[in-house]
């Protein structure tokens, strides 16, 4: 990881523009993580975004994994919980009535260690317990993406503190290993907090889970890295 790139869910990110694109009409699907330990000191309702994809005819709810980095107890040293998750919701900021419960994490891994330099792909996917949501679940993206093709990041950045979610626009640039990079179009100047996000096709398919941000201290250009989502319909298949 260079200097330049850095979490959404812990820097601020300043990115060129400042309004939210309405060019995809696109169905709620963004919700907020609120984690709750048995230690309440540690507790978070505010830990990034998530959402839910369905493989095989069931749901599962998806975040970013780096997300346990700023929502976890001192006991939580893996890829874990560990027995410290007390409860886990997801849940929409303009109406916490609109809610889902985790019930277990799938790609658990004691051998992974809760560090961003050992961290591999940058998601977390859960069986669901409780879904109150009524959202149609996203799909995944079966074809290739096509370079300057719109995507949609979808959720809350910590600034917005309130109303439906926020639809910002990218254009897809190049996929390198597990991560799809994406040039800004029309976006906030602050984009912190949406981790976990889902990044969407034009047809609200999902192509990939928000990561990282940066800009180019050359040329101002600002970007986002979002995990490529068939990485976990592959884990998904294999599961």
Known sequence: MTKKTFFLTLLLVS???????????????????????????Y????????????????????????????????????????????????????????????????????????????????????SIKENKTGFESLRFRETALIKGESLYAIGWTYQDTGGPQRIYRFKYDVTEGNLHTLVQVKGPKELAGLSGSPVVDQNGLLVGVVSSGWE????????????????????????
């Open 43 to 126: 507790d978070n309702n505010n830990a990034g975004n998530g959402f839910v994809v369905n493989f095989d005819g069931k749901n599962y709810a998806i975040t970013a994994k780096h997300v346990l980095l700023i929502a976890k107890t001192d006991e939580m040293k893996f890829v874990d919980l560990e027995g410290e998750l007390k409860h886990w919701r997801m849940y929409a900021r303009n109406n916490p009535a609109i809610y889902l419960t985790i019930e277990k994490l799938l790609n658990s891994d004691k051998s992974e260690k809760l560090e961003w330099e050992s961290m591999s792909d940058d998601w977390l996917v859960f």
């Open 216 to 239: 180019d201290e050359d040329t101002k250009v600002s970007y986002l890295q979002a995990s490529k989502a068939s990485d976990i319909k592959r884990f998904l298949e294999s599961y």
């Open 15 to 41: 990115l060129v523009g400042c309004s939210m694109t309405q060019s995809a009409k696109l169905k709620d699907m963004a919700l907020i993580n609120g984690i709750s330990f048995y230690d309440s000191e």
